[in-house]
C-alpha cells in the first residue's frame, strides 16, 4: 500500500473560521510532511516531522499549527486565515527523513479561504 | 537567483518526437537529486532518482552534471500521455540536519498528435 489520503478534497473557509486538514499513511513511514502549493507554482516546504516530531518549519505563520499524534496522522489546524492562504495543500511522507526518494505526497486539499 | 531553475515551457512536440528537460541548481552542497511528475491538478509523483553516472528507465534518460550543477530529462519516443509538467528537484540537508526537498517551477509538456 503506497498511498497517502488526505481529506477532505475540497475546503472553503472563512477569514474566521477553524478548520483542520488531515492526512494519513499506513507504510510505516516516520517521515511527514506539509506542502502549500499556489497555482503554476511549485510545491514549497511548510513542516517536516521526523518519528512524531517537528524538525523543520520553514517560518512558517503561527495560523498554520501542525501535529502529528502519531506515526500514521499528520493534521494541519487553520485559523484566521487569509484569502492569500488559499493554495493545494500537500501531505507527503518517506521511510525516514534522509530518504527523500521514498517520498510519497498526497492527492492534496484544495483549499479557499474567503 | 532561484535555487532550482527551469524552462518553464511550454514544450509542444509531436508525438514520437524526443525532448529534452534542463534544470540547474544553486546550491553545491545539494546532495540528491530527482524528476517528479505532475499532471493538472494532481499530486506530484517521483519519476526518477538522477545519478551522476547517468541513469535510465525505459524512455526516460536522467543525468546530473555536478561540476556544471545541472540536471536533464531526456524522454524519448514521446507518448501522449507523457503530456504533463515535469519538475527538477533538489534535496539539501538543512543548518538543523534536516532534509529538504527544493521543487523547480516545472517544464511543461504537451505531445500532440
Known amino acids: 500500500d503506497t498511498e497517502v489520503t488526505q481529506t477532505p478534497k475540497h475546503l472553503v473557509m472563512g477569514m474566521t473560521n477553524k478548520k483542520s486538514l488531515k492526512c494519513e499513511q499506513h507504510m510505516g513511514h516516520r517521515a511527514m510532511y506539509w506542502y502549500k502549493q499556489k497555482a503554476k507554482k511549485p510545491p514549497e516546504l511548510m513542516f517536516v516531522y521526523s518519528y512524531e516530531k517537528l524538525s523543520i518549519n520553514e517560518s512558517v505563520p503561527s495560523r498554520f499549527s501542525p501535529e502529528c499524534p502519531n506515526s500514521s496522522l499528520l493534521n494541519l489546524h487553520l485559523h484566521a486565515l487569509q484569502p492569500e492562504d488559499s493554495a493545494l495543500y500537500l501531505c507527503?511522507?518517506?521511510?525516514?527523513?534522509?530518504?527523500?526518494?521514498?517520498?510519497?505526497f498526497g492527492p492534496g486539499t484544495r483549499l479557499l479561504v474567503l | 537567483r532561484k535555487e532550482v531553475e527551469q524552462d518553464p515551457g511550454p514544450f509542444n512536440v509531436p508525438e514520437g518526437a524526443t525532448v529534452a528537460f534542463n534544470c540547474t541548481y544553486s546550491?553545491?552542497?545539494?546532495?540528491?537529486f530527482f524528476w517528479y511528475r505532475q499532471d493538472c491538478r494532481k499530486e506530484p509523483k517521483l519519476l526518477m532518482s538522477v545519478y551522476s553516472s547517468g541513469n535510465e528507465d525505459g524512455r526516460f534518460t536522467a543525468q546530473l552534471n555536478r561540476a556544471s550543477q545541472y540536471i536533464s530529462l531526456l524522454i524519448r519516443d514521446s507518448k501522449l500521455s507523457d503530456s504533463a509538467t515535469y519538475l527538477c528537484v533538489v534535496n539539501c540537508v538543512t543548518e538543523g540536519g534536516g532534509n529538504k526537498l527544493t521543487f523547480g517551477t516545472g517544464t511543461q509538456l504537451k505531445v500532440e498528435l
Open positions: 546550491n553545491s552542497a545539494s546532495q540528491s
Open positions: 507527503a511522507s518517506s521511510q525516514e527523513a534522509g530518504r527523500p526518494e521514498t517520498q510519497y
